[in-house]
Structures are given as C-alpha cells and as structure tokens.
C-alpha cells in the first residue's frame, strides 16, 4: 500500500504516517524509486497507534503499548500497570478542569457585564484581587 492508501485505511495524515515513520514506530519498505510500501502490518501498527493517540497516549506510551502487542510472553499486568497510569494522569487533569471551571464560573458570576470598567475577571487574572 502506498502512503494515501494507508492514511485512508487509518485515518492518520501523511504527515502524521511520516513522522511517526521517521520515530521508528513503523518501518515500511522502499521500492527502487524510493517509494514506501505499507504492508499489512504497517497499516496495522499505524491503526493501533492512531486508537491509543486517541485516548490520550503519549507517543511513548503508544512505543511501550506496541512493544507489549508484539510480545507474545508479556505479562499483562504491565499493560494493565501502563493503562492505570495513564488513567491516573486523565483524572488528575479532570481535577484541575474542574478547579478551573469553578474559578472561572466563579468570576464569571461576579462580572457586572455592563459598561462599567470594573472587571472582577481582569482584576483576578491581573493579581489585584478584591
């Protein structure tokens, strides 16, 4: 497969196909003339990189996950440990998503939204708090 089939196939960009080429995730072979030629487990590498990118992994992360895939005697508890991890770093994010919600709609609420040019809001953001 050439490098547009691929990206239909996964729907990653070229681009993205190429770097993640250039970082070794993939090794597609060359023709003669240059050209990369996806095999099937490129296309299936790729696929499992794009799903793991979707839920939050870090290249790395998605280097480690591969690394366990092809180990046929991995343990699955280092998955499992990778996978906790990673879930951890997601509910530590939320946290601070809602402590940002809660400043935000807190300032939000004590706007006076009117032609005055008291901004609670910028008074926050500036450090002069009152």
């Known amino acids: ?3 547009a089939e691929v990206a239909r196939a996964t729907g990653l960009a070229a681009k993205t196909i190429r770097y993640y080429e250039e970082i070794g995730l993939v090794r597609p072979l060359r023709s003669d003339n240059g ?17 793991s990118r979707s839920l939050g992994f870090r290249v790395e992360d ?46 939000v609420e004590a706007c006076h939204h009117d032609a005055r040019p008291e901004c609670p809001i910028l008074n926050e953001l500036s450090g002069n708090l009152k």
């Open 1 to 3: 497969m050439n490098i």
């Open 35 to 51: 050209y990369r030629q996806f095999r099937e487990s490129d296309v299936h590498k790729l696929a499992f990189v794009a799903r």
């Open 62 to 107: 998605c280097r480690a996950l591969l690394s366990l895939y092809e180990d046929r005697s991995r343990a699955s508890r280092d998955v499992h440990d990778l996978a906790v991890g990673h879930l951890c770093q997601i509910r530590d994010k939320i946290d601070e998503l809602r402590q940002m919600e809660a400043v935000l709609s807190r300032l």
